[in-house]
């Protein structure tokens, strides 16, 4: 069944230092993957996606993401957290047999807390 | 302003009663979608539609009615409220799907929904 994962319900990272959330999926064929990101009592707003270009996908506010079709992954990194990056983090994805229309299959999010 | 809008922002309702929620954008987007958002499920597609007149159930549409007189409006009808439709409700929409490239979907800020 086609799926998508993300590891970790709760990051916690320092400020300064590294972000990684983990996202995964589970499909034949890769699928159009995207994050978003929601600040509390927010709506969703799109930080980056992928859509079979180039493999590492720059976005806003400093993240990015790499795509590895080897390892069915998504991960979205950024070199240096800051205090404005605390929020809740969704991967989504489109797989291209369901022709998109059905709309984007979510992750469950990962709440990411930024430790000052 | 252009965008998309949702209303009202906040609703509580009793169960049993009807309660419709407005989604309006101004994009001229031909796909629009319903999602609802609960904790440790990410957000999990309720209804979509590709035009007028064009709505498909998703993931979980038992107890939502849609309907897509105008291409700008999408309204999400609970029949008969239930307490287990207590949610955070989004409506998205995207110019068109299956093409990677414009598959972003763009969000509203959300209703919030209690059934008492």
């Known amino acids: 069944a086609q799926s998508v994962t993300q590891l970790g319900s709760h990051v916690s990272v320092s400020e300064g230092a590294l972000v990684l959330l983990r996202c995964n999926y589970s499909s034949s064929v890769p699928p159009y993957l995207f994050w978003y990101v929601q600040y509390p009592n927010q709506g969703l707003q799109l930080l980056l996606k992928?859509?079979?270009?180039?493999?590492l996908v720059k976005g806003i506010n400093g993240f990015e993401a790499e795509f590895k079709k080897s390892e069915t992954s998504f991960h979205l990194t950024k070199p240096s957290a800051h205090m404005s990056d605390a929020a809740e983090y969704f991967c989504?994805?489109?797989?291209?047999?369901?022709?998109?229309?059905?709309?984007?299959?979510f992750g469950k999010g990962t709440h990411l807390i930024i430790q000052p | 302003d252009a965008g998309i809008t949702q209303s009202p922002r906040y609703k509580i309702t009793e169960t049993g009663r009807q309660v419709t929620l407005m989604c309006h954008q101004t994009?001229?987007?031909?796909?629009m979608f319903w999602y609802r958002q609960d904790l440790g499920h990410g957000l999990r597609l309720i209804y979509y539609s590709a035009a007028a007149d064009i709505t498909d159930k998703g993931e979980v549409s038992d107890g939502y009615v849609v309907s897509r007189s105008k291409t700008e409006n999408f309204p999400l009808t609970l029949e008969s409220a239930t307490r287990s439709q207590t949610s955070v409700y989004f409506c998205a929409s995207t110019p068109q799907v299956g093409l990677g490239d414009t598959d972003t979907q763009y969000f509203g800020p959300g209703t919030r929904l209690t059934v008492l």
């Open positions: 989504a994805v489109i797989f291209p047999s369901g022709g998109g229309a059905d709309g984007l299959t």
């Open positions: 994009w001229s987007h031909s796909y």
């Open positions: 992928y859509t079979s270009a180039a493999t």
